[in-house]
Nanobody, 124 residues
Framework: QVQLVESGGGLVQAGHSLRLSCTAS????????MGWFRQAPGKEREFVSA????????DYADSVKGRFTISRDNAKNTVYLQMNSLKFEDTAVYYC?????????????????WGQGTQVTVSS
């Protein structure tokens, strides 16, 4: 059974960068499409980015396209989210999630495993 643990969140000034990591336990990681979602206070959780199991396909929400980059290292059972040019509106709890279907990457109901979340706070 895959368990996911996020790290790398914190407080950062607008315009700066952070890199989130999500490390999985278990051997099934390389079979999973991985996604990043976020939830800001008072808002619903929203899709941020996703990467296919092999890493050849990626997708981004319009709000982060050109600023965020998702990648994965299956040898390390880890997926990353490099966040550049951070904005105040990027402030949220960020969750990584794993699921079998990259085709359903925007649908959080299709993800089987979730991390506990990591807080990202961007000061303006």
């Amino acid at each position: 059974q895959v368990q996911l643990v996020e790290s790398g969140g914190g407080l950062v000034q607008a315009g700066h960068s952070l890199r989130l990591s999500c490390t999985a336990s278990g051997r099934a990681f390389s079979n999973y499409a991985m996604g990043w979602f976020r939830q800001a206070p008072g808002k619903e959780r929203e899709f941020v980015s996703a990467i296919s199991a092999g890493g050849s396909n990626t997708d981004y929400a319009d709000s982060v396209k050109g600023r965020f980059t998702i990648s994965r290292d299956n040898a390390k059972n880890t997926v990353y989210l490099q966040m550049n040019s951070l904005k105040f509106e990027d402030t949220a709890v960020y969750y990584c999630a794993g699921g079998p279907y990259y085709g359903y990457r925007h649908d959080e109901r299709k993800y089987e495993r979730w991390g506990q979340g990591t807080q990202v706070t961007v000061s303006s």
